[in-house]
């Protein structure tokens, strides 16, 4: 972890921590960003610094769930695969996690990957790109091994994976877990009987299931 993002976190840890009234972490945490981004060369290095996972215990959750919002729209691709999977692991919070899912279903580099990819009308676990969702979601169907049956993905809860990508509720998360409930593997059927009805919602659709 670099020395400006180990400040930045021990700036922004108090304003997020939960015992903190709300309202006033949201004001301190965007009057932060906006700080921030007034010079260029602070938020490049805060954009994209070397990570490892042993970084992740030096930072409070809320930093790097804060941190992965924040970065989105302004890096070129997601945080690599395997700090994400790291980060997801270590943490038990519920919005990190979700935080992590979301760096790479809603950044625009994995949006446009995989609506290159997709084969409509359907896309399939095939179709997602590389990283933490994508082989994450292949290894629950058992498609997430390479040539020498390496595991590729994090091992994955499907039902918590699955509130993740409802509760992100966009049309690539959506597509996405569409993509595993239809994909044949053990508890497809399962997980397509809890969740069909509330896909076929989200989707602007008729229930399915």
Known sequence: ??????????????????????????????????????????????????????????????????????RRTRSEAPPPAQFLAALYNLSPDPLVRLRVVQAETWHPRWVAEFRERARFPTPTLRDLPHGFVGDGLRTIAGLGFDHNNERLGTSLDPDEIAVHLLQLGDPSSLAALRALVDAAWDGALELRERYGVMLGWADGGEPTG
């Open 1 to 70: 972890m670099t020395a400006l993002f180990a400040f930045a976190s021990e700036l922004l840890g108090p304003m997020l921590d939960t015992a903190a009234d709300p309202v006033d972490s949201a004001v301190r945490s965007l009057r932060f960003a906006e700080l921030v981004e007034r010079d260029s060369e602070i938020a490049w290095q805060l954009t994209d610094p070397p990570l490892g996972d042993e970084d992740i215990k030096d930072a409070p959750l809320g930093v790097w769930a804060w941190w992965l919002d924040w």
